[in-house]
């Protein structure tokens, strides 16, 4: 699910992060911006990637960093979620189970 139009404006979506303590994590870029999902609530949201953390990357996780003024890699959290994705890859070659 994408936010609608209001929800949508680039200012007012970083807006949101700040106001809401939202975790995000990063599906991809298009042009000037990220596309995250919001962990909590399975919404997708643009963010402009000049509010983006330098060297960000698909499927790191964002959270706000102690001061809650802008957004920063949790790499834990990162880390943990690509070795669970690569034992769940690896489980899968190993069975020759399609994916699904």
Partial sequence: MVLDQQEQDDSDAFGAVLRNNWVLIVDRFEGDYALCEVSSCDKIIKIPKNNLPVGVAESDV??????????????????????????KLEGLLKSGSPTS
């Fill in 62 to 87: 964002l959270k706000l960093d102690p001061l809650g003024r802008k957004l920063v890699i949790d790499v834990a959290i990162t880390a943990q979620r690509r070795k669970e994705s690569l034992a």
